[in-house]
């Protein structure tokens, strides 16, 4: 790939640009002035464009800069001005315009806060499914009581099983599974042997009775992500819902996914990422340190926006708890109620960014 050395004058980007300018448009020559939509070039053409020059050059353009922007010499001196669309020239995103979101999880997990979450957790496990209020608002929320405790629902997970397409037979590894019945729904929906793992107890514990009663081929481990311990090679799919905040590492656990998947075994993350200072003009799913990262050990990744869908499932938590408050108090779950609506409160009071990261591990070379 070659790439720019920020700030590179327009002639620079100009040459740069040419040969796929050329090849895309296929005509004989690429002048500043030529303009790409008066050259034959339509929104096909454009999108080829825009991903190739991402793929190629590491310059990450929206399409809408081309449209507004037409000419070569006029798209060049847009991406001049906009040393950000060059992912080398691009500084690690920022949580809150101070820290890193590296430097933010290594706080966040630190052994400490890791140990009150845990203990949160467990507790959240014990009490969830005995409660009738909280399966009622996991049916309102999610479409189905599944024990819930992520942001996921029917529609996302669906989407998420359509991109990795697992077979019968297939070992998937569901990381962050909680009582495992996600797990289970994707053990029934694709005939895959699915592994669960946990750091909860109570949750795993819960998980693995089920397992045993049941027929299907699942099984679940009590397990630290930032430690995982399977043979390397050993997984065909993995996803991590709503999970991969809980590392210190991220890059490591990453690399640890890519050394557990088989050759052309696929990644699947679910993750928010809190706007806090972001604009949506900033904001790009490339420029996120897990992107980075994702390119960095896969060599490519995809991610699909549920952002819209995110700043809806908030407001609808919090609309059905505040319904169902007199209802979790009659049963005495007064605790795991303010746990939900906490949680719910602080986040419908902000606007978030969702994507659905999905990577794929090489074959190897014959
Ligand atoms: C937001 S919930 C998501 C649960 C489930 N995937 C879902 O979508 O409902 C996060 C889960 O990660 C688990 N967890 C937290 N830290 C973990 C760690 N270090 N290793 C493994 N699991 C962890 C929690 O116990 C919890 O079940």
């Known amino acids: 790939m070659s790439t720019l050395t920020a700030p590179s004058p327009t002639e620079t980007i100009i040459d740069l640009l040419a040969p796929l300018w050329i090849e895309t448009l296929g005509v004989p020559s690429a002048a500043p002035a030529d303009d790409f939509f008066q050259s034959g070039g339509h929104s096909l053409k454009a999108m080829l464009f825009v991903s190739q020059l991402e793929k190629d050059h590491g310059i990450c353009l929206p399409l809408s800069a081309l449209v507004e922007n037409p000419t070569l010499g006029g798209l060049a001196d847009y991406i001049r001005s906009n040393p950000r669309l060059q992912h080398e020239a691009v500084e690690p995103f920022s949580i809150d315009g101070k820290e890193t979101q590296i430097q933010y999880l290594l706080r966040y997990n630190d052994p400490d806060k890791q140990a009150m979450r845990n203990a949160a957790y467990e507790s959240y496990y014990a009490q969830a499914l005995r409660s009738k209020a909280h399966a009622e608002f996991c049916r309102q929320v999610y479409g189905e009581n599944y024990g819930q405790h992520g942001m996921a629902d029917f529609t996302q997970l669906d989407a998420m099983l359509d991109l ?115 604009t949506s003009d900033t904001w790009r799913p490339d420029l996120t340190e897990l992107a980075v990262i994702l390119r960095e050990v896969f060599g490519d990744y995809r991610a699909v926006d549920f952002s819209a869908e995110e700043n809806q499932h908030w407001a609808s938590k919090l609309r059905v708890l505040d319904s169902l408050r007199d209802d979790f108090i009659a049963e005495g779950f007064e605790e795991l109620f303010v746990f939900r609506h906490d949680e719910a409160a602080y986040e419908a009071g902000i606007q978030q960014f969702r994507y659905l990261f999905t990577a794929q591990k090489p074959f190897r070379e014959a």
Request: net charge negative; charged share 25%; aromatic share 10%.
């Open 164 to 278: 990795l397409a697992p077979e019968a037979g297939d070992r998937l590894l569901d990381v962050g599974c909680g009582y495992g019945l996600i797990s289970t729904y994707m053990a029934q929906k694709t005939g895959a042997q699915v592994v669960g793992i946990d750091l909860a107890a109570s949750a795993i514990a819960e998980a693995s009775e089920r397992a045993r009663l049941g027929d299907l081929p699942l099984e679940f481990h009590r397990m630290d992500l930032q430690q995982i311990d399977f043979e390397p090679e050993s997984f065909d799919h993995i996803v991590s819902i709503d999970t991969i905040y809980f590392t210190r590492d991220q890059r490591q656990t990453i690399r640890d996914f890519h050394e557990a998947l088989k050759p052309g075994g696929k990644l699947a993350i679910f993750r928010t990422f809190p706007k806090r200072s972001f």
